[in-house]
């Protein structure tokens, strides 16, 4: 495994706890308080950046496992 597609995996986990933070956080705001929409944009932001770029390096990267040739 190399580092471009661990990072990616790093990368999404973060990305999906970013979600799920988001997700609480929307599930319980009451009202309309300006620090509740503003926690949840960016962490909702954040958490989506991190999971699609994630993604992106772990289906980006090739995976190689032949020996190199000499």
């Known amino acids: 495994m ?15 706890a ?3 933070y988001a997700a609480v956080v929307f599930m ?9 929409i503003k ?6 932001l954040l958490g989506a950046i ?3 770029t994630g993604i992106g390096l772990i289906r980006g990267t090739n995976d190689d496992a032949r020996p ?3």
């Open 2 to 16: 190399n580092a471009k597609r661990t990072f990616g995996i790093i990368l999404t986990i973060l990305g999906i």
């Open 18 to 20: 970013g979600l799920i």
């Open 28 to 36: 319980n705001a009451r009202g309309s308080t300006g620090s509740q």
């Open 39 to 44: 926690t949840l944009i960016v962490y909702g």
């Open 50 to 52: 991190f999971f699609f």
């Open 68 to 70: 190199p040739v000499q």
